[in-house]
Nanobody, 127 residues
Framework: QVQLVESGGGSVQAGGSLRLSCAAS????????TAWFRQAPGKEREGVAT?????????YYADSVKGRFTISQDNAENTVYLQMNRLKPEDTAMYYC???????????????????WGQGTQVTVSS
């Protein structure tokens, strides 16, 4: 069982930055995927970024955030971060941290089911 707790959301003006944190506890193992998803009212959930614990640099970003968001991890602290720069009003959403074991066929793709979810943290970007 894995527990995830997000923090770091808030309100910011367009062009600003926020850093989200996802602290994990429980049995994550050494080959794990952690992802950030977001969902805005009336829109489908979107996989924003993923990271694989087993290999440094193995990350994925949605096209909508490439070049602006950076996912990283501190394995000693069991924490994954999402640094969000040059924020836009369309980035406004509830952001969720999720985790699952790495799967050979799907890697850390956000398209494959994530088992564990945090409670979410709200990000609001005003124009």
């Amino acid at each position: 069982q894995v527990q995830l707790v997000e923090s770091g959301g808030g309100s910011v003006q367009a062009g600003g930055s926020l850093r989200l944190s996802c602290a994990a506890s429980g049995n994550t193992g050494s080959h794990y995927c952690t992802a950030w998803f977001r969902q805005a009212p009336g829109k489908e959930r979107e996989g924003v970024a993923t990271i694989y614990t087993g290999r440094v640099g193995n990350t994925y970003y949605a096209d909508s955030v490439k070049g602006r968001f950076t996912i990283s991890q501190d394995n000693a602290e069991n924490t994954v971060y999402l640094q969000m720069n040059r924020l836009k009003p369309e980035d406004t959403a509830m952001y969720y941290c999720a985790a699952r074991p790495w799967v050979l066929r799907y890697g850390c793709s956000p398209e494959y089911n994530y088992n564990y979810w945090g409670q979410g943290t709200q990000v609001t970007v005003s124009s």
